[in-house]
């Protein structure tokens, strides 16, 4: 087959992959009017076993784009929490207080149903295409920089000129590999293998959740029609297990979860079960000129608590709000790069943090006060104990925001605007008046925020000192030899103050700044006649 391109285009950006993150980043970019390539090795989206868990973040963003109808009418599983089973029996308490918010805190979607969903959607922008089957093999790289990717399909070689090619080819990206962006990751202690058993009406309540064996543990995981299963096992222990056989796997499944032994038997071959060796890894830098990584490319997170799609969605959020008007003037800024890697670098990192702590030798037998891991007793201070739920539930530590969403704005931002209009805090004449009021509410907000935070903190560092260690702990004094206990709740005060004062101390000087620039609150950078954020989103789907 000859080397040289039968088909040679160009555009705006070239995504590589079609999984959650590129899916994404594809239709949020098409929708801001910006051509988009994606490319797809595979010739559907039939995937097994490749998660299927939609964290509230994700929810949020379909809800966002106007989704979330089409995306509750595909087959799912509601989860609204997620029990550990003990090897006696006994079930962790359900959770105390319901969970408040209009999203499931889990949903479990088929990833396939819901890639297409997100390609379905992206379809209906003229800047958009796809191609199946394509694989990418190629950068075109000139100087340094990246400008195009070269694949391969089976009628021959294709090339994509772009502005900016995206690496969404996830764990074992070859785009990862073709510029030189080196994983730096570790396998970890485990392995997991998965197969999915049926549901039964007789199955109890809260049959879905953590299992603890003897010797590792197993997920229980509802979908709309099945339990996808879970078996994990000591890393390399995948050769084992089949070397012991099929019913050594099955006898396994009912030590560690009992009400499954009715049906182990369906367990009837090895291609029934999907091995996913366990690692998580990361590279340094997530991108270089004319190119970025996202999702499990730029971090293979690990299977525990089901966020490697949810971390990619967040990705695709913020390089879509960080680059999309750039590149839809045909730029794509490499400190734009570095701003997302920025963004979302650290809610990746601690959440790799805390999946390696998510083992099952933290998880089994009895452990001693003196033997609690650290991480586990800054688990137990009032905030810190927040992160871990925030950092599942929204890939970070808020869930991030669409932008450009001018498209359907809400009536509490129409009327908003016409009063700010009216007060002459937005400029009537700006052709992003919506824009301009999210800006003006933003501002104003912050600068709130930033101040009660900082006079908070101060409050906190002093309440925490005086009030609760020398009224009632007894006075301060350096040389005291303080019981561990109230040592942690000192260590605890005090560190909930300098955090949040560190927060209140840059948000401060952030909005002063902004300030500075943007005269009275608004920021002129926005919606300005002429300028990139016109109404080039509103060109996107009105084309629909
Ligand atoms: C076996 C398995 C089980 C998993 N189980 C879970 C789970 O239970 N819970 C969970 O949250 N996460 C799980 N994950 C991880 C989860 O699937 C990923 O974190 C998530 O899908 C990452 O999304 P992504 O878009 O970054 O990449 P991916 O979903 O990996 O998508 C990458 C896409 O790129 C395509 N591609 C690859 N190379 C090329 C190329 N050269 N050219 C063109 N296209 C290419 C692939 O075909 C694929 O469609 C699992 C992963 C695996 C492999």
């Known amino acids: 087959m000859s080397d040289v391109a039968s088909t040679v285009e160009s555009v705006d950006c070239c995504i590589v992959g079609s999984g959650p993150g590129g899916a994404m980043l594809a239709l949020l970019l098409a929708r801001q009017g910006v051509r988009v390539k994606l490319l797809e090795a595979h010739h559907d989206f039939e995937r ?5 868990t939609m964290h509230a973040s994700t929810q949020h963003v379909l809800e966002q784009i106007g989704l979330t109808n089409r995306l509750n009418a595909l087959p799912h599983a509601k989860i609204y929490e997620f029990p550990t089973h003990f090897p006696d029996g006994t079930v962790s308490p359900p959770p105390r207080a319901p969970h408040q918010s209009k999203h499931p805190p889990t949903l479990e979607v088929s990833q396939a149903r819901f890639i297409e969903l997100l390609v379905d959607e992206a379809r209906q922008y003229p800047g958009f295409s796809i191609a199946f089957g394509a694989r990418a093999e190629a950068l075109i790289e000139h100087e340094g920089n990246i400008h195009g990717v070269r694949y391969r399909t089976g009628d021959g070689w294709g090339e994509v000129h772009a502005k900016l090619v995206v690496g ?55 979908r709309a029609d099945d339990w996808q299963i879970g078996f994990t096992l000591p890393k390399d222990g995948f050769k084992r297990l089949r070397a012991a056989g099929i ?8 030590e560690r979860a009992p009400f499954l032994a009715d049906r182990t038997h369906l367990i009837a071959d090895w291609r029934q079960t999907a091995l996913l060796q366990v690692e998580i890894g990361r590279v340094e830098r997530w991108y270089r000129p004319g190119l970025l990584l996202i999702g499990d ?33 045909g730029v794509a800024r490499t400190s734009d790069l570095a701003k997302v890697q920025r963004r979302r670098e650290l809610p990746t990192r601690l959440m790799q943090a805390i999946q390696r702590q998510m083992r099952p030798d933290s998880m089994l037998g009895t452990i001693s006060r003196s033997e609690i891991p650290l991480f586990a007793r800054l688990m137990r201070l009032p905030l810190l104990n927040q992160v871990p739920g925030r950092l599942i539930a929204f890939g970070g530590f808020t869930p ?33 008046t919506l824009d301009n009021t999210r800006s003006v509410l933003r501002n104003t907000v912050h600068t709130r925020l930033a101040g009660g935070l900082l006079i908070g903190s101060i409050v906190v560092l002093f309440a925490w000192r005086l009030v609760i260690v020398e009224a009632v702990l007894g006075p301060i004094n350096p040389a005291d030899e303080l019981p561990g206990a109230e040592r942690d709740v000192l260590a605890s005060g005090l560190l909930i103050g300098s955090i949040i004062a560190t927060i209140g101390f840059t948000l401060l000087a952030r909005q002063l700044r902004s300030s500075r620039v943007g005269g009275v609150g608004i920021d002129r950078s926005v919606g300005l006649p002429g300028g990139p954020g016109g109404t080039g989103a509103r060109d996107g789907r009105h084309s629909r």
């Open 247 to 254: 019913e050594a796997l099955r006898a396994s499944i009912v």
């Open 400 to 432: 991030e925001r669409v932008h450009g969403l001018d498209q359907c704005p809400s009536d509490d931002l129409q009327r908003t605007s016409s009063v700010l209009t009216q007060l002459g805090l937005c400029s009537p004449d700006a052709p992003d």
């Open 168 to 222: 969404a080819d996830g764990r074992f990206s070859k785009i990862r590999q073709l510029a030189g962006l080196k994983l730096i990751g570790s396998a970890d202690r485990i392995d997991l293998v998965w197969l999915r058993l049926p549901r039964s009406t007789g199955d109890p309540e809260r049959a879905h959740g953590i299992y603890l064996g003897s010797d590792g543990f197993l997920v229980v995981v509802p």
């Open 297 to 329: 490319a730029a971090h293979v997170m690990s299977p525990a608590a089901g966020v490697g799609i949810n971390y990619a969605i967040q990705d695709a959020v913020v390089a879509s709000n960080v680059l999309g008007r750039g590149l839809r003037g």
């Open 48 to 52: 097994e076993f490749r998660g299927d």
